[in-house]
């Protein structure tokens, strides 16, 4: 057959699947194989080329290749992937039959053919769910899968929110205060080609959450400039990379959450603008490791459906080694920002591939460019003027993500160092 039955040794690690149904998708895929193939080299031999046996049966070519890759296959669940839907085995197994094979190999691929339509049947959405299942157990799948779905996320969101973007862009810039204890934040957000597709709600840019990291060194927000208490939205922006005219914007304070806010009657249908904002937020991290706390994070989440996103991190070299891990959450759900202790995955956490890649110093590397945000490297050369910062002295860190799931949060974990003696 070409594969070992045992569903223990075919498992991977981080497996999901009950065993029954391990073992019910390992019969039935050598069920279909050891019918389906015995058919084919009966027609054409020892020829694994899908056209000779499209040609042999006078049918479609697209249909020989998934039988081909099947009979070939030598993972069951790459078996049962590459398969043709029931319907499509059975216009082989007849055009097979026109064909003159025996009686004995039809009867056998027809009941195979039975088993995988019982097995596609036991799952309520049928065969989609069915690949969702298995696609763990393939790499390629899991990510077709995934970008299908989060696209017509995408679409569906757009269309009951009434607006979406091209890309957006979040940098978040960590460089230790000037008393040394703690870390101060700089963030860059970019809405590209943001538009109005119907309806005239409002539409919420941008938000930051404000915490208390320690008893009595409170934090604040400030505009790139170090202007503090500023309320006109128009402050915040870098106004040199959004389209003019700037739609109506203002800025709301409430409860520690400050957010900026589109009027979208300002906004035409159809039109699409770039906006790209910046602030500070001072004393917004631990620099090191407390006797409550051995992590660090910031959590982000989209308001608005896009197309790309770009979440970078720009780490000063004197604070918190190490790459970010990476964590795709349910917003809200969990509100402690202590990492939890509690091995494998969490009770909160989307079952998404999200990583953060290094790309070393700085923020001129080529590997930052995109071509969703061709000003992306403007922007951030220009907070780090306005900032006042040595962008040499800082990694980068990138975690991109194509159709991102709006409302969901990605956070990122930083291991906190211990306090120097």
């Known amino acids: 057959m070409g594969y070992d039955r045992n569903p223990t040794k075919q498992a991977v690690s981080g497996q999901r699947l009950a065993r029954d149904l391990d073992n019910q998708i390992c019969a039935v895929s050598s069920s ?7 058919i084919v080299e009966d027609l054409i031999g020892a020829s694994h080329r899908p056209v000779a046996l499209a040609r042999r049966l006078g049918i479609d070519k697209s249909l020989t290749g998934r039988i081909m890759r099947s009979v070939k296959a030598s993972d069951p669940f790459e078996i049962i992937h590459n398969a043709p839907a029931p319907y499509g085995l059975r216009i082989f197994l007849n055009a097979a039959a026109e064909a003159g094979i025996d009686e004995d190999l039809r009867l056998k691929a027809e009941a195979s053919i039975a088993e995988f339509e019982s097995l596609i049947g036991a799952f309520p959405e049928g065969r989609s769910a069915l690949e969702a299942a298995i696609s763990d157990y393939i790499p390629e ?14 679409k569906s969101m757009s269309y009951l929110l009434g607006y979406q973007a091209e890309a957006a862009y979040q940098a978040t810039v960590l460089a230790p205060t000037e008393c040394g204890g703690m870390v101060d934040s700089m963030h860059i957000n970019g809405q590209v080609q943001l538009r109005r597709l119907r309806g005239d709600s409002p539409v919420n840019l941008f938000g930051v959450r404000r915490y208390d990291m320690q008893p009595g060194t409170p934090n604040w927000m400030e505009t790139l400039d170090g202007e503090r208490g500023v309320v006109e939205a128009e402050r915040y922006l870098l106004e040199q990379l959004c389209d003019k005219p700037i739609p109506r914007l203002s800025v709301r304070d409430e409860q520690n959450v400050v957010y900026s806010t589109l009027d979208a009657e300002s906004l035409p249908i159809n039109s699409p603008v770039t906006l790209v904002n910046g602030w500070i937020t001072r004393n917004a991290s631990l620099r090191y490791k407390s006797d409550e706390r051995a992590h660090e994070w910031h959590s982000s989440f989209l308001r608005i459906p896009t197309r790309v996103l770009l979440q970078d991190y720009f780490i000063h070299e004197d604070i918190w080694p190490g790459t970010p891990q990476m964590q795709v959450r349910m917003h809200g759900l969990v509100t402690d920002s202590v990492r939890s202790k509690v091995p494998g995955r969490q009770h909160d956490e989307v079952d998404m591939e999200v990583s953060a890649v290094p790309l070393g110093m700085g923020y001129e590397s080529a590997d930052l460019r995109h071509p969703a945000v061709p000003h992306y490297q403007a922007a951030i050369g220009q907070a780090f003027d306005r900032a006042g910062l040595e962008p040499e002295r800082f990694r980068a860190y990138r975690c991109a993500v194509v159709y991102p799931v709006p409302f969901v949060s990605l956070t990122a974990w930083f291991a906190l160092p211990d306090e120097p003696k």
Not at 32 to 38: D, E, T
């Open 32 to 38: 279909l194989q050891c019918s389906v193939r015995p």
């Open 141 to 154: 799948v899991r990510r077709r899968n995934e970008r299908t779905a989060k696209q017509a996320l995408y």
